[in-house]
């Protein structure tokens, strides 16, 4: 059974870092692409970041470009997300996908 399970979200002042993580398991992860995701209240899921499978290959949308970092343990089946410089319009449910499936989301809120 494939499990997703993203956690490190929280209530932070805008300007702000968390740190994002994602535990996964049930499938071969150093072999799969891994993204994150994101899902604002009222609004549609939205691709927030990519990585390849080695780690050697990084995309963001624009919107995070310069403030968040997607990297990844495949020793130890995690996927990690920096977010630096949080903006309220961050605030959403993020979640970890391997492009198959989507996992438990932990929620980011970023208010003064």
């Known amino acids: 059974e494939v499990q997703l399970q993203a956690f490190g979200g929280g209530l932070v002042q805008p300007g702000g870092s968390l740190r994002l993580s994602c535990a996964a398991s049930?499938?071969?992860?150093?072999?799969?692409?891994m993204s994150w995701v994101r899902q604002a209240p009222g609004k549609e899921v939205e691709w927030v970041s990519t990585?390849?499978?080695?780690?050697?290959?990084?995309h963001y949308t624009d919107s995070v470009l310069g403030r968040f970092t997607i990297s990844r343990d495949n020793a130890k089946n995690m996927l990690y997300l920096q977010m630096n410089s949080l903006q309220p319009e961050d605030t959403a449910m993020y979640f970890c996908?391997?492009?198959?499936?989507r996992g438990q989301g932990t929620l980011v809120t970023v208010s003064s």
């Open positions: 990585i390849n499978a080695r780690g050697s290959n990084l």
């Open positions: 049930g499938f071969t992860f150093s072999s799969y692409g």
């Open positions: 996908t391997n492009g198959i499936e």
